[in-house]
Structures are given as structure tokens and as C-alpha cells.
């Protein structure tokens, strides 16, 4: 491939096309009328605009998308992470062009995408489930399982993602009163109102591993991360390594993630993750294909660039990684645009910006003096990386690059002192943080 379209904006975009100006590879960015100013259109090769700035009008247009692919003769479309990243239509059609899908078969995306067809494989290959219903139910067969598991349990979309369609119960009667809700937000987030029923772990920890896989059934895993601190089931701060697990069960869970790869024929950059309770077993939750947006924390401590290998990959390559070997800590804050007392979103014009430095920090972001963040899209702002020899002197370095990261704007807010308080609490500093972690923090 000598052109690569992104099918994607903010900091993923940039961190893509970085990699392929270092790989030779010429980039064609897409940009909404939202994004006219956005810095990956002006540093990409050639920008393409493909319409308003609703996503629905352009990032996740797939006639717009192919029409740009089309006119701009690039041989491959990355499309980094959210947006169209795991639709296997999208992966099917660019396909059929002639062109290249940095990324799973449409066949595979499918596959993981039905979290219920992605179970019944994870179980043939033998990682534990949460106890739960065996596909998809209606309210009678919930109100069974429930029954049959103990409450809480925990309503989920069969094609779901990113906490959409997510419901926790403590009775039949919330059960009955809820089901009907999760259906219709199922239906309209995903077309597919089909639920199942997990039973709810009591403060879980997060895991996830990262896999490389290439076409010849040659997979790698790189370690885990730890994504525990979460609000609304989205991550906000994410680690490498995890403090939870042994080295032993984490050659157990790597070994059977590379079974579970192998079985479903993944190729690319995928992650499989976990839920670790208080007892130490772990449970799969579902697989990702796609880059992650924490995927600069596995980097730092493998010293592998990730996206590289996903081209790689995808044009056909073996991977010929030698055996590596984990190094150091790192941990990920994702900075938002947000308020930092209520959460909800607060886009504006950046008019101060400084960003940290010094050994051990990398920030990933699209941001500039004079850009204004438009409101269409998601809060991300910057993704603030440290590493550090241990994981008390990776902390220590985020914190220090916390105090020294500077945005501001009109009616521009941010969660860095959020992600200050979280780093300074006790428990994150013992490792004790879990997924409902952030709710009790804040109280």
C-alpha cells in the first residue's frame, strides 16, 4: 500500500498518519465540515470534506467514505477506533472494491460483534463466563435466569458496546421495569434490540489483553492493561501492567486468548477483555477489533509500535516480532472536555495550551492554540501517557505532567484535576481501584 485513507479524526487520526509518514506511506485524511480545521486535515498528504458535521452525515456515512476511498486511488482505509472501525457492512464493501481494511474479516467482525456468538467460542476454547443466560431472552426467560444466578444481575445488549444498552437489577420488579427500557435503547443504538443476562459481579476489576495476528495464524500477546477506572462503563484512566494478576495466571489468560484468536481466524490488532473479581477469577466480556484508544500504554512498556503492525499485517506480512519483553509501567489519563464536577461535556475555543514533557511522558492529541472543539463528537481531548521503572514512580511522573498540562479556553473545561484526585487517592495507589471505583471516589 502506498496510500492509506483514515476513515477517522482527532488524535487517532494523527497518531496514524505519524506512523505511515514514518513507513513511506502517503495519507488521505476525511473531515467533516465540523472538523474543516482540525489538524489531521492539515498535516494528512490530502484532505478529503465528506459532508455536515453530524456524524451521521459523514464519519459514518459508508457511500461518502467508499466515494472518498474512490476518488483519492488509496489502496487501504484505516479506520482507527469508534465510527465504522467494527462494522462489518463497511469492512465487506471496502473489501469488494479492491481496497484493504486495516483490520479483522467482515466475517470476524460479525462474529465478535454478537457478544452471545462470541461467548459460545470463548467457552468451546475454555475461558470462564459470567454466569448468565446462554444467548439472548425475553423478560420471562430474564426473570429464569435471574432466578437461577441470584441477583443483582446485569441487563446486556447482545450486539452492544461502549455501556449502551446496560441495565443493573436488584428484583424482578426492576427486571420487569427495565428490560423493556434496555430493549428499545438496544434497538436504537445497534438496530438490534436482542438482550441477555449476566450475573453482577460486586466491584470487578477491568482487564484487557492486547493481540497481534497475522493472516497465517501466528498470534502475539502483549501483557495486559488494567482499565479499571471507569464512569458509565467508559474508561478514563488505564494502566500497564495490572497489579492484580500473578505472573502465572497471566500466562494462563494470555495462552487462552491466543487459543481464542486462533479459533475465530483474527487477523490484526484486537483486544479480549476480562472481568477480575474479588477472588482472583476472571471472566470474559468480549473481544475488540480494533486499535484501542489506550493502546499507547502497551507500547510504551513493549516498546512496539501498534498501529505499524496493524499495516503490516494487512499487506500481507508474517509477524517476526522477537520474544518481548515487558518493561517498566505505564499509565494513560484521558483528558475531556468536560466539566469536571458534572461530566457533561464542555467543548470550546482553546486560547492557552501547554503541554507536559520530560523523559518518560507522551501526549497524544489533535489540539492547538485557536482550535475550536466542536461539540458533535466525542469529549476526547488528549490522551497524557507516563511511564516510569515501577509503577509509584510512573504515577508520581503522571501527576507531576498533570500539574504541568495547561488548557483552557472560552467555555472550554477540562478533567485534569479529576485525574489528579484519582492518581493521589489511596486506593488507586495501592491498586485498589475497581470499576465502580469513580461513583465512590466522588461521593
Known amino acids: 500500500m502506498q496510500t492509506i485513507l483514515i476513515a477517522n479524526r482527532g488524535e487517532i487520526a494523527l497518531r496514524v498518519i505519524r506512523t505511515c509518514r514514518e513507513m513511506g506511506i502517503n495519507t488521505v485524511a476525511i473531515y467533516s465540515e465540523g472538523d474543516t480545521n482540525s489538524m489531521h486535515v492539515k498535516l494528512a498528504d490530502r484532505s478529503l470534506c465528506i459532508g455536515p458535521a453530524e456524524p451521521s452525515k459523514s464519519y459514518l456515512d459508508i457511500p461518502r467514505v467508499m466515494s472518498a476511498l474512490e476518488v483519492s486511488g488509496a489502496e487501504g482505509v484505516h479506520p482507527g477506533y469508534g465510527f465504522l472501525s467494527e462494522n462489518p457492512r463497511f469492512a465487506e464493501i471496502v473489501r469488494a472494491s479492491g481496497k484493504v481494511f486495516i483490520g479483522p474479516s467482515p466475517e470476524t467482525l460479525e462474529l465478535i460483534g454478537d457478544k452471545v456468538k462470541a461467548k459460545e467460542v470463548a467457552k468451546k476454547v475454555g475461558l470462564p463466563l459470567v454466569p448468565g443466560s446462554d444467548g439472548p431472552v425475553d423478560l420471562q426467560k430474564a426473570l429464569e435466569v435471574a432466578s437461577k444466578v441470584g441477583y443483582p444481575v446485569v441487563i446486556k445488549a447482545s450486539t452492544g458496546g461502549g455501556g449502551r444498552g446496560i441495565r443493573v437489577v436488584s428484583n424482578d420488579r426492576e427486571l420487569r421495569e427495565k428490560f423493556p427500557l434496555a430493549t428499545q435503547e438496544a434497538e436504537a443504538s445497534f438496530g438490534d434490540g436482542r438482550l441477555y443476562i449476566e450475573k453482577y459481579l460486586i466491584n470487578p476489576k477491568h482487564i484487557e489483553v492486547q493481540v497481534l495476528a497475522d493472516r497465517y495464524g501466528n498470534v502475539i500477546t502483549l501483557g495486559e492493561r488494567e482499565c479499571s477506572v471507569q464512569r458509565r462503563h467508559q474508561k478514563l484512566v488505564e494502566e500497564a501492567p495490572s497489579t492484580a494478576l500473578t505472573e502465572e495466571k497471566r500466562r494462563e489468560i494470555q495462552a487462552l486468548v491466543a487459543d481464542f484468536c486462533r479459533e475465530i481466524g483474527y487477523e490484526g490488532a484486537g483486544t479480549v477483555e476480562f472481568l477480575l473479581d474479588q477472588e482472583g477469577n476472571f471472566y470474559f466480556i468480549e473481544m475488540n477489533g480494533r486499535i484501542q484508544v489506550e493502546h499507547p500504554v502497551t507500547e510504551m512498556v513493549y516498546g512496539v509500535d501498534l498501529v505499524e503492525w496493524q499495516i503490516r499485517i494487512a499487506r500481507g506480512e508474517k509477524l517476526n516480532l522477537p520474544e518481548l519483553q515487558r518493561r517498566g509501567h505505564a499509565v494513560e489519563c484521558r483528558i475531556n472536555a468536560e466539566d469536571p464536577r458534572t461530566f457533561v461535556p464542555s467543548p470550546g475555543k482553546v486560547e492557552e495550551l501547554y503541554l507536559p514533557g520530560g523523559y518518560g511522558i507522551r501526549v497524544d492529541t489533535h489540539?492547538?492554540?485557536?482550535?475550536?472543539?466542536?461539540?458533535?463528537?466525542?469529549?476526547?481531548?488528549?490522551?497524557?501517557?507516563?511511564?516510569?521503572?515501577?509503577?509509584?514512580?510512573?504515577?508520581?511522573?503522571?501527576?507531576?505532567?498533570?500539574?504541568?498540562?495547561?488548557?483552557?479556553?472560552?467555555?472550554?473545561?477540562?478533567?485534569?484535576?479529576?485525574?489528579?484526585?484519582?492518581?493521589?487517592?489511596?486506593?488507586?495507589?495501592?491498586?485498589?481501584?475497581?470499576?465502580?471505583?469513580?461513583?465512590?471516589?466522588?461521593?
Open 367 to 443: 489540539l492547538y492554540c485557536g482550535y475550536v472543539v466542536p461539540p458533535f463528537y466525542d469529549s476526547l481531548l488528549a490522551k497524557l501517557i507516563a511511564w516510569g521503572r515501577t509503577r509509584e514512580e510512573a504515577i508520581a511522573r503522571a501527576l507531576r505532567a498533570l500539574e504541568e498540562f495547561k488548557v483552557s479556553g472560552s467555555g472550554l473545561k477540562t478533567n485534569i484535576e479529576f485525574h489528579k484526585l484519582v492518581l493521589s487517592s489511596r486506593e488507586f495507589q495501592q491498586g485498589r481501584q475497581h470499576i465502580r471505583f469513580v461513583e465512590e471516589l466522588l461521593l
